[in-house]
C-alpha cells in the first residue's frame, strides 16, 4: 500500500508543497546518481538444456503391455520397475505385463512401496519434530529420519520437518512472536532469527497490538491531499483487457481474452531412458491442474500441456534442496515466446534431507499479495514434483508458483504498514493484514499440528479455530479440492506479472527509460554496466527490489517501484523515483546535477 497523510486538502497543503520544493531544491544538490547495474554473469548451462538428451520415450525402453510372455518363454521369471509401476519379465527378460501399480508410491527392485497408510501411523500429514528426530508423512506413508545422528536439528517448517545444520542464528521462539532491536524487526522462522531491516521501507520497527512490525509513518502526496488518506478510486474501464486488473468492475479478473496457461514438463530419466513417468501420467496432472482451478464464477483458470521434455541425468531422480536451488538459479529454459509453468517431474524430492511431495518458488518472494522475503528471486522459478505426492500436490505447487502462501504460514508480515496519528491502522488498510496467508476469505489456521480432521473433512483445532480443510493451500490433503474467491483473484493477477516478466526475460530484454514508468509491473528499470566486450547495455527492467522508495538501499538492485539508489554525502543511499508530471503521488523537482527531476516525496528521509 502507497503511504497516505493526516494532512488535509486545501492551501494549508499546497503551501507545504511549495516549501518542501523550495528546501528540498536547495539542500539536494549533493544527490548522484548510484544507479549502474553489473550485469549478471553468464550461467552455466545447466543439464536441462542439453539437446543430446536421449528420447525417453524410444520404443526400446517403452514396456508393451502383451498380457503374456514370447513365444518360448516362460511367464513370471523375475519382476522389474518400469515406468513406475512393477512388470513381470518372462524368462527371456522381456516385460509382458504388469504386476503391481505402483499408483503415487516408487518402486524399487520390482517391488511398489507400501500403500499409504488412512491415519498415516498416527502422524500429522505435515509430520512433526520428536526431539531431533524427524517423524514424517511421506504421502501417507510414515517415516523417520534421525537428525541428531549427525549433530544436526529437527525443525518445523510450513511443509513439515527438516534437517539443519546448527547455527549461531538458532531460535526458538513462539509462533508468531516477533521484536525490535533498533530498527530491524526480528523473528524466529523455521527455526533461524529472520531480520528486516525497517529502513529498507523507510519505516520504523514498532508494535501493533502484540506483534511488532516494520510501520511507515503517513505522509502527504498529491493523490492522498486530493482524495483522502486512502488515494483516489481507481477509474473502471467499459471493457475488460488481459492486465492482471477487474477493468470493467464485476468482481473477476481478466475473464475475457487471457489465453490459457501452457505447462513445460521436464521428466527427469535414468542413464537408460527409464523413468518413472508415462506421457499419460503427465497429461493426467494437467487435467488435474484443470480440475482444482475449474471455477463456476468465472475466476478459474485453464492450463494445457505445451511440451514435455525427456531429461536424462540419474542424480536428479533424488533432486535434494542444493540442487533444487541451482537450477532455480541457472536453469536454461527452452525459447519459447510465451510465458509458461514450468514442472520438473521425478523420483524424490529432499527438502533438508528430508523427503518432500513437491516444492516450488514464490513469484519473487512474495505470496498473499506481500514480499514476504527480501533475499533476490529470479525472474522465472521452478515446481518440483515427486513421485510419492498427495493427488493434490501439483495443484498445490502451481497454487505457490502464481503467489499464494499456505493458508497455516507463518511468515513475517515485511510489507510496512500505515497507521493514523494515534498509531491505529487507518480504515481502508485491510484488518487481514497481519493474517499469515494475506487473503481475508480464509479463515485462519493454525495447521496440522493442532487440529485433526474428522469424518467427512470435519475439523477440530486445540485453539477452537475452524479453517476450512478444503482449502489447496492448506495442509489436509485428504480433503483439499478449492480455491477460495480472493486466492483465484489473486492468482489472476499474478499471473498477469509473471507474463510481464516473461517478456522481459526472452531476447534483449525490456529496455526502458526511467522517467516514464515504463516497465511491467514488479520490475523496475536500471541502468546496466557495460560488457567486457565495452558494449553499452543501456537502460533494461529487472525484478524488484524489496526497498521501497524513500526506504534505504545498498545496491540498486535493492530498490523498487521505478525507484534508483542515490547516494546521500551523510553516507548510506535511499531509493527516489525519477519522475514527470504524470509521475502517481509525486511533486517533481530539478536538481542542478541530476538528468532528471525526482520525488520529493521519497527524500523524506535524507531531510530526516
Same mark, same amino acid.
Not at 527378460?93 to 507400501?114: H, N, R, S, T, V
Not at 567486457?532 to 545496491?555: F, I, K, N, V, Y
Given at each position: 500500500?502507497?503511504?497516505?497523510?493526516?494532512?488535509?486538502?486545501?492551501?494549508?497543503?499546497?503551501?507545504?508543497?511549495?516549501?518542501?520544493?523550495?528546501?528540498?531544491?536547495?539542500?539536494?544538490?549533493?544527490?548522484?546518481?548510484?544507479?549502474?547495474?553489473?550485469?549478471?554473469?553468464?550461467?552455466?548451462?545447466?543439464?536441462?538444456?542439453?539437446?543430446?538428451?536421449?528420447?525417453?520415450?524410444?520404443?526400446?525402453?517403452?514396456?508393451?503391455?502383451?498380457?503374456?510372455?514370447?513365444?518360448?518363454?516362460?511367464?513370471?521369471?523375475?519382476?522389474?520397475?518400469?515406468?513406475?509401476?512393477?512388470?513381470?519379465?518372462?524368462?527371456?527378460?522381456?516385460?509382458?505385463?504388469?504386476?503391481?501399480?505402483?499408483?503415487?508410491?516408487?518402486?524399487?527392485?520390482?517391488?511398489?512401496?507400501?500403500?499409504?497408510?488412512?491415519?498415516?501411523?498416527?502422524?500429522?500429514?505435515?509430520?512433526?519434530?520428536?526431539?531431533?528426530?524427524?517423524?514424517?508423512?511421506?504421502?501417507?506413508?510414515?517415516?523417520?529420519?534421525?537428525?541428531? &545422528?549427525?549433530?544436526? #536439528?529437527?525443525?518445523?517448517? @510450513? *511443509? =513439515?520437518?527438516?534437517?539443519?545444520? !546448527?547455527? %549461531? /542464528?538458532?531460535?526458538?521462539?513462539?509462533?508468531?512472536?516477533?521484536?525490535?532491536?533498533?530498527?530491524?524487526?526480528?523473528?524466529?522462522?523455521?527455526?533461524?532469527?529472520?531480520?528486516?531491516?525497517?529502513?529498507?521501507?523507510?519505516?520504523?520497527?514498532?508494535?501493533?497490538?502484540?506483534?511488532?512490525?516494520?510501520?511507515?509513518?503517513?505522509?502527504?502526496?498529491?493523490?492522498?491531499?486530493?482524495?483522502?488518506?486512502?488515494?483516489?478510486?481507481?477509474?473502471?474501464?467499459?471493457?475488460?483487457?488481459?492486465?492482471?486488473?477487474?477493468?470493467?468492475?464485476?468482481?473477476?479478473?481478466?475473464?475475457?481474452?487471457?489465453?490459457?496457461?501452457?505447462?513445460?514438463?521436464?521428466?527427469?530419466?535414468?542413464?537408460?531412458?527409464?523413468?518413472?513417468?508415462?506421457?499419460?501420467?503427465?497429461?493426467?496432472?494437467? &487435467?488435474?491442474?484443470? #480440475?482444482?482451478?475449474?471455477? @463456476? *464464477? =468465472?475466476?478459474?483458470?485453464?492450463? !494445457?500441456? %505445451? /511440451?514435455?521434455?525427456?531429461?536424462?541425468?540419474?542424480?536428479?531422480?533424488?533432486?535434494?534442496?542444493?540442487?533444487?536451488?541451482?537450477?532455480?538459479?541457472?536453469?536454461?529454459?527452452?525459447?519459447?515466446?510465451?510465458?509458461?509453468?514450468?514442472?520438473?517431474?521425478?523420483?524424490?524430492?529432499?527438502?533438508?534431507?528430508?523427503?518432500?511431495?513437491?516444492?516450488?518458488?514464490?513469484?519473487?518472494?512474495?505470496?498473499?499479495?506481500?514480499?514476504?522475503?527480501?533475499?533476490?528471486?529470479?525472474?522465472?522459478?521452478?515446481?518440483?514434483?515427486?513421485?510419492?505426492?498427495?493427488?493434490?500436490?501439483?495443484?498445490?505447487?502451481?497454487?505457490?508458483?502464481?503467489?499464494?502462501?499456505?493458508?497455516?504460514?507463518?511468515?513475517?508480515?515485511?510489507?510496512?504498514?500505515?497507521?493514523?496519528?494515534?498509531?491505529?491502522?487507518?480504515?481502508?488498510?485491510?484488518?487481514?493484514?497481519?493474517?499469515?496467508?494475506?487473503?481475508?476469505?480464509?479463515?485462519? /489456521?493454525?495447521?496440522?499440528?493442532?487440529?485433526?480432521?474428522?469424518?467427512?473433512?470435519?475439523?477440530?483445532?486445540?485453539?477452537?479455530?475452524?479453517?476450512?480443510?478444503?482449502?489447496?493451500?492448506?495442509?489436509?490433503?485428504?480433503?483439499?479440492?478449492?480455491?477460495?474467491?480472493?486466492?483465484?483473484?489473486?492468482?489472476?493477477?499474478?499471473?498477469?506479472?509473471?507474463?510481464?516478466?516473461?517478456?522481459?526475460?526472452?531476447?534483449?530484454?525490456?529496455?526502458?527509460?526511467?522517467?516514464?514508468?515504463?516497465?511491467?509491473?514488479?520490475?523496475?528499470?536500471?541502468?546496466?554496466?557495460?560488457?567486457?566486450?565495452?558494449?553499452?547495455?543501456?537502460?533494461?527492467?529487472?525484478?524488484?527490489?524489496?526497498?521501497?522508495?524513500?526506504?534505504?538501499?545498498?545496491?540498486?538492485?535493492?530498490?523498487?517501484?521505478?525507484?534508483?539508489?542515490?547516494?546521500?554525502?551523510?553516507?548510506?543511499?535511499?531509493?527516489?523515483?525519477?519522475?514527470?508530471?504524470?509521475?502517481?503521488?509525486?511533486?517533481?523537482?530539478?536538481?542542478?546535477?541530476?538528468?532528471?527531476?525526482?520525488?520529493?516525496?521519497?527524500?523524506?528521509?535524507?531531510?530526516?
Amino acid at each position: 500500500m502507497r503511504p497516505v497523510s493526516e494532512r488535509g486538502t486545501g492551501v494549508w497543503g499546497l503551501t507545504w508543497r511549495l516549501a518542501l520544493v523550495l528546501g528540498v531544491a536547495a539542500a539536494l544538490a549533493w544527490w548522484i546518481l548510484a544507479d549502474t547495474e553489473e550485469p549478471d554473469p553468464e550461467p552455466e548451462p545447466t543439464r536441462l538444456a542439453e539437446p543430446d538428451a536421449p528420447a525417453v520415450n524410444d520404443p526400446a525402453w517403452r514396456p508393451r503391455a502383451r498380457r503374456k510372455p514370447a513365444p518360448g518363454c516362460k511367464p513370471e521369471a523375475a519382476r522389474v520397475c518400469l515406468r513406475g509401476d512393477a512388470w513381470w519379465l518372462d524368462s527371456c527378460d522381456q516385460p509382458y505385463e504388469i504386476a503391481d501399480d505402483c499408483g503415487l508410491g516408487l518402486c524399487d527392485e520390482g517391488e511398489c512401496e507400501p500403500p499409504p497408510q488412512p491415519d498415516c501411523g498416527g502422524l500429522p500429514a505435515i509430520g512433526r519434530c520428536d526431539g531431533d528426530v524427524a517423524e514424517m508423512c511421506a504421502a501417507g506413508r510414515p517415516m523417520a529420519i534421525d537428525c541428531g &545422528a549427525d549433530d544436526r #536439528r529437527c525443525i518445523m517448517t @510450513e *511443509d =513439515g520437518p527438516v534437517c539443519r545444520e !546448527r547455527s %549461531a /542464528d538458532d531460535c526458538d521462539w513462539s509462533a508468531g512472536a516477533t521484536k525490535c532491536e533498533d530498527n530491524v524487526l526480528v523473528a524466529c522462522r523455521e527455526g533461524r532469527l529472520q531480520k528486516i531491516d525497517c529502513a529498507m521501507m523507510d519505516a520504523r520497527c514498532a508494535a501493533i497490538g502484540s506483534l511488532a512490525r516494520c510501520v511507515r509513518e503517513p505522509r502527504a502526496t498529491p493523490s492522498t491531499e486530493a482524495c483522502g488518506p486512502c488515494g483516489c478510486e481507481e477509474e473502471l474501464d467499459d471493457e475488460e483487457v488481459c492486465d492482471g486488473r477487474d477493468n470493467d468492475g464485476d468482481g473477476h479478473i481478466d475473464e475475457d481474452g487471457c489465453a490459457p496457461v501452457d505447462v513445460v514438463a521436464f521428466v527427469i530419466t535414468d542413464g537408460r531412458g527409464a523413468t518413472s513417468y508415462l506421457e499419460e501420467d503427465i497429461e493426467a496432472e494437467i &487435467a488435474g491442474i484443470n #480440475r482444482g482451478f475449474a471455477r @463456476e *464464477d =468465472g475466476n478459474g483458470l485453464e492450463f !494445457r500441456l %505445451a /511440451d514435455t521434455i525427456w531429461v536424462s541425468d540419474p542424480e536428479l531422480l533424488e533432486l535434494d534442496e542444493g540442487e533444487y536451488d541451482v537450477l532455480v538459479d541457472t536453469m536454461a529454459y527452452p525459447a519459447r515466446e510465451e510465458f509458461f509453468v514450468p514442472i520438473l517431474f521425478t523420483d524424490q524430492v529432499f527438502i533438508g534431507d528430508v523427503p518432500r511431495p513437491g516444492v516450488s518458488t514464490v513469484p519473487n518472494g512474495m505470496c498473499g499479495g506481500k514480499r514476504r522475503d527480501p533475499s533476490f528471486y529470479p525472474p522465472m522459478g521452478l515446481i518440483a514434483i515427486a513421485k510419492r505426492r498427495w493427488p493434490t500436490t501439483v495443484v498445490h505447487e502451481v497454487g505457490h508458483f502464481l503467489g499464494l502462501c499456505h493458508t497455516h504460514g507463518d511468515h513475517v508480515d515485511a510489507v510496512p504498514r500505515v497507521e493514523g496519528a494515534d498509531g491505529s491502522p487507518i480504515a481502508c488498510d485491510e484488518s487481514c493484514i497481519l493474517e499469515a496467508d494475506g487473503i481475508c476469505d480464509t479463515p485462519p /489456521d493454525p495447521g496440522p499440528s493442532t487440529c485433526t480432521v474428522r469424518d467427512a473433512c470435519s475439523i477440530e483445532c486445540s485453539g477452537g479455530e475452524s479453517p476450512d480443510p478444503r482449502n489447496l493451500m492448506g495442509y489436509y490433503p485428504e480433503c483439499r479440492s478449492v480455491f477460495s474467491r480472493q486466492q483465484a483473484l489473486l492468482m489472476r493477477s499474478v499471473l498477469h506479472l509473471r507474463r510481464g516478466w516473461y517478456r522481459c526475460m526472452v531476447g534483449d530484454g525490456c529496455a526502458c527509460d526511467p522517467t516514464l514508468a515504463d516497465c511491467p509491473e514488479g520490475m523496475t528499470c536500471r541502468a546496466m554496466a557495460s560488457t567486457a566486450d565495452g558494449s553499452d547495455q543501456g537502460w533494461r527492467c529487472g525484478m524488484d527490489g524489496s526497498a521501497l522508495p524513500g526506504g534505504t538501499c545498498r545496491e540498486p538492485r535493492d530498490c523498487s517501484e521505478g525507484s534508483l539508489c542515490m547516494r546521500a554525502p551523510s553516507g548510506g543511499s535511499i531509493c527516489i523515483r525519477p519522475c514527470t508530471d504524470e509521475t502517481v503521488d509525486c511533486t517533481c523537482t530539478q536538481l542542478a546535477d541530476n538528468p532528471w527531476p525526482i520525488c520529493i516525496e521519497d527524500t523524506a528521509r535524507a531531510r530526516g
